[in-house]
């Protein structure tokens, strides 16, 4: 090889050394505990810029349960921040979160773009991990992408050493009358994150483990089982008359039968991946005593699905055939939110009366109360359109401010809890051990960007003439 040749060769790997370091060290993102923002990326949808700012929070004694929040914001094309537009909707798929919307409210979900020859949009997971077996994500019930959305919940499988990474995609469509349609689908957008090192299994205790499992147990453990629900809902069936307000106070029982045996089925995938599930006794009685409650998702969705048929069958009758509107299920929302308010209100006075709770008691309060909010809309809807008393819009009122009023005192109390970002880095926050073994490009890393900085602008000829081929080759 002649001598300029050479040249020339050496400068195209000194490039691609560069291009490789700079895409390993800048572009993951270490997970601390506490919560860490990743970089924002961008969706370009018709004239906006949707910028798009995912955070992951952590909790030190609970490592293996994340929570995945989202900063969404909308650019118009002066580059000013703007409220998202009124005809965009973007929708974010978990699991079967999207059928089970609109099977709930009688929804036909369409997949056609409407342009002739043009397939139909096959709908995959928005949220997904590589490498698989690392981070699974939980059941999540909100379909709609946008700034205030609630956290996806996510479970650690496999605390592995190297680079993970998170993958994003939304869809694009509307909701309209009784259907909701999908467009098309955005780019997906990637970040690589590093999970943070948890205490090595050899230095928790059996006793410790079991411990905190039962504790995490007996937090999820539901109240009745199936087969309490399948007797209730036979009883209602036969009915003559069956008040419209027991069928959508037994969809609202079934809503949280199914969060409970989904988080036990996650706490039992937990257990499994511990290092020590064999060598604690108790964890496997404890996997024994979560099989004897589980039940397969889609019997209890079969019953929500009953559910919907006899409240559809029941609202249509003639006369009084559709029953009185649910006020009994309202109202009980009404008191039980009224009663958590006044308890949080104490908190807010004197935060030290949570020390007498659970660690996670108002991480578990803030996503009940959610989940409360949307039973509650779906009870206000049926009673709208059955009865316009001026009492259930008084009630619905007082509802949404101790509603309000209990998510700002929550968010105070523990800014973790939101999907909002935190613009000041918690100082006390663990960080990730030394002992971690990093690549050891990152080593190195910084002596050959000085080495590869310091020739970089006399070769940029070189860099411009490759450009200039490949626009020719285009």
Same mark, same amino acid.
């Given at each position: 090889?002649?001598? @300029?040749?050479?040249? =020339?060769?050496?400068?195209?790997?000194?490039?691609?050394?560069?291009?490789?370091?700079?895409?390993?060290?800048?572009?993951?993102?270490?997970?601390?505990? $506490?919560?860490?923002?990743? %970089?924002?990326?961008?969706?370009?949808?018709?004239?906006?810029?949707?910028?798009?700012?995912?955070?992951?929070?952590?909790?030190?004694?609970?490592?293996?349960?994340?929570?995945?929040?989202?900063? &969404?914001?909308?650019?118009?094309?002066?580059?000013?921040? &703007?409220?998202?537009?009124?005809?965009?909707?973007?929708?974010?798929?978990?699991?079967?979160?999207?059928?089970?919307?609109?099977?709930?409210?009688?929804?036909?979900?369409?997949?056609?773009?409407?342009?002739?020859?043009?397939?139909?949009?096959?709908?995959?997971?928005?949220?997904?991990?590589?490498?698989?077996?690392?981070?699974?994500?939980?059941?999540?019930?909100?379909?709609?992408?946008?700034?205030?959305?609630?956290?996806?919940?996510?479970?650690?499988?496999?605390?592995?050493?190297?680079?993970?990474?998170?993958?994003?995609?939304? =869809?694009? $469509?509307?909701?309209?009358?009784?259907?909701?349609?999908?467009?098309?689908?955005?780019?997906?957008?990637?970040? +690589?994150?590093?999970?943070?090192?948890?205490?090595?299994?050899?230095?928790?205790?059996?006793?410790?483990?079991?411990?905190?499992?039962?504790?995490?147990?007996?937090?999820?453990?539901?109240?009745?089982?199936?087969?309490?629900?399948?007797?209730?809902? !036979?009883?209602?069936?036969?009915? +003559?008359?069956?008040?419209?307000?027991?069928? =959508?106070?037994?969809?609202?029982?079934?809503?949280?039968? +199914?969060?409970?045996?989904?988080?036990?089925? *996650?706490?039992?995938?937990?257990?499994?991946?511990?290092?020590?599930?064999?060598?604690?006794?108790?964890?496997?009685?404890?996997? $024994?005593?979560?099989?004897?409650?589980?039940?397969?998702?889609?019997?209890?969705?079969?019953?929500?699905?009953?559910?919907?048929? %006899?409240?559809? #069958?029941?609202?249509?009758?003639?006369?009084?055939?559709?029953?009185?509107?649910?006020?009994?299920?309202?109202?009980?929302?009404?008191?039980?939110?009224?009663?958590?308010?006044?308890?949080?209100?104490?908190?807010?006075?004197? @935060?030290?009366?949570?020390?007498?709770?659970? @660690?996670?008691?108002?991480?578990?309060? =803030?996503?009940?109360?959610?989940?409360?909010?949307?039973?509650?809309?779906?009870?206000?809807?049926?009673?709208?359109?059955?009865?316009?008393?001026?009492?259930?819009?008084?009630?619905?009122?007082?509802?949404?401010?101790?509603?309000?009023? *209990?998510?700002?005192?929550?968010?105070?109390?523990?800014?973790? /809890?939101?999907?909002?970002?935190?613009?000041?880095?918690?100082?006390? #926050?663990?960080? /990730?051990?030394?002992?971690?073994?990093?690549?050891?490009?990152?080593?190195?890393?910084?002596?050959?960007?000085?080495?590869?900085?310091?020739?970089?602008?006399?070769? !940029?000829?070189?860099?411009?003439?490759?450009?200039?081929?490949?626009?020719?080759?285009?």
């Amino acid at each position: 090889m002649d001598l @300029p040749a050479k040249r =020339y060769f050496n400068h195209i790997i000194n490039l691609l050394i560069f291009i490789f370091i700079s895409t390993c060290v800048f572009s993951q993102d270490n997970l601390n505990f $506490g919560t860490t923002n990743l %970089a924002s990326k961008q969706l370009k949808i018709d004239k906006y810029d949707c910028k798009i700012s995912p955070s992951f929070s952590i909790n030190e004694e609970n490592p293996e349960n994340l929570k995945l929040s989202f900063n &969404v914001v909308w650019i118009d094309k002066k580059g000013s921040q &703007v409220q998202q537009p009124d005809k965009i909707s973007l929708f974010i798929k978990v699991n079967s979160n999207i059928e089970e919307y609109c099977s709930s409210n009688g929804k036909k979900l369409s997949t056609k773009p409407g342009l002739f020859g043009k397939k139909n949009i096959q709908l995959t997971n928005s949220i997904s991990f590589t490498p698989a077996g690392a981070i699974d994500v939980a059941q999540y019930s909100n379909i709609h992408f946008r700034n205030d959305m609630s956290p996806v919940l996510l479970n650690v499988l496999n605390f592995i050493n190297s680079p993970v990474t998170f993958n994003l995609q939304v =869809y694009i $469509g509307k909701e309209k009358g009784n259907s909701l349609e999908i467009d098309e689908k955005g780019d997906v957008l990637s970040w +690589k994150i590093i999970l943070p090192e948890v205490k090595p299994d050899d230095e928790v205790s059996c006793a410790d483990l079991e411990n905190k499992y039962n504790q995490r147990f007996t937090e999820n453990k539901p109240r009745f089982l199936l087969g309490y629900f399948e007797t209730k809902l !036979m009883e209602l069936e036969s009915s +003559k008359d069956t008040p419209i307000a027991k069928l =959508y106070e037994l969809k609202s029982n079934l809503f949280q039968y +199914k969060s409970n045996v989904n988080s036990l089925v *996650s706490l039992r995938e937990n257990i499994k991946n511990n290092p020590n599930y064999k060598k604690c006794d108790q964890l496997p009685i404890l996997i $024994g005593s979560i099989n004897s409650i589980t039940v397969d998702i889609s019997a209890i969705q079969n019953l929500i699905n009953r559910v919907n048929i %006899a409240i559809q #069958s029941n609202s249509s009758g003639s006369g009084s055939g559709g029953g009185e509107p649910p006020f009994e299920a309202f109202l009980s929302n009404n008191i039980f939110c009224e009663n958590t308010f006044d308890h949080l209100y104490n908190f807010k006075i004197d @935060p030290g009366l949570l020390n007498d709770h659970e @660690p996670n008691y108002l991480y578990d309060l =803030y996503f009940k109360l959610k989940n409360l909010k949307v039973s509650q809309d779906s009870l206000y809807d049926v009673i709208k359109s059955t009865d316009e008393s001026p009492a259930y819009k008084r009630a619905y009122k007082n509802f949404n401010a101790n509603y309000n009023e *209990s998510i700002i005192i929550i968010e105070t109390l523990d800014p973790d /809890v939101t999907n909002t970002e935190n613009t000041e880095q918690d100082e006390t #926050s663990p960080r /990730v051990s030394k002992k971690r073994s990093f690549p050891y490009i990152w080593i190195i890393a910084p002596i050959l960007l000085i080495l590869i900085a310091f020739g970089v602008f006399k070769y !940029m000829k070189y860099i411009k003439k490759g450009k200039s081929l490949k626009d020719k080759i285009k």
